[in-house]
């Protein structure tokens, strides 16, 4: 009777063991097959394409000042600044030009690079 039992005990180790065995075999495949899955589901995404910013779009305009009946536009007045101070000042790069309007006297005074005098005027 001994070797009876002993012979169903090892008989139940092996096959458990087998049992074991087939369940390893089995689950291998499955997670073999989740693997490429789960790889396409970790590959990055394709962005939306970009547009490309708008471009910016500058408004036309300009600056008119009215006075007892006569109009003058600021950007023609600022432009014969420039010239007059480059016809008499040869040579000098000017790096800053304010110009002064007094519609009352009919003059634009300008100040270029910082500096001033009763000789730096335009007619309007």
Not at 16 to 44: C, S
Not at 48 to 69: C, D, F, L, T
Request: proline letters at 6%.
């Amino acid at each position: 009777m001994a070797t009876a039992k002993a012979t169903a005990k090892k008989d139940a180790v092996k096959a458990e063991a087998a049992v074991v065995e087939t369940e390893k075999k089995t689950a291998a495949p499955k997670t073999a097959a989740k693997k490429p899955a789960e790889t396409k589901e970790a590959a990055p995404k394709k962005a939306p394409a970009k547009k490309a910013p708008a471009k910016k779009v500058e408004p036309k305009a300009s600056v008119v000042i009215e006075y007892a009946g006569t109009q003058i536009v600021a950007k023609d007045v600022l432009a014969a600044a420039t010239k007059a101070f480059k016809a008499a000042n040869k040579g000098v790069t000017i790096k800053t030009i304010e110009v002064y309007v007094k519609p009352e006297e009919n003059v634009a005074y300008y100040v270029v690079n910082g500096e001033g005098s009763e000789d730096y005027k335009v007619e309007l």
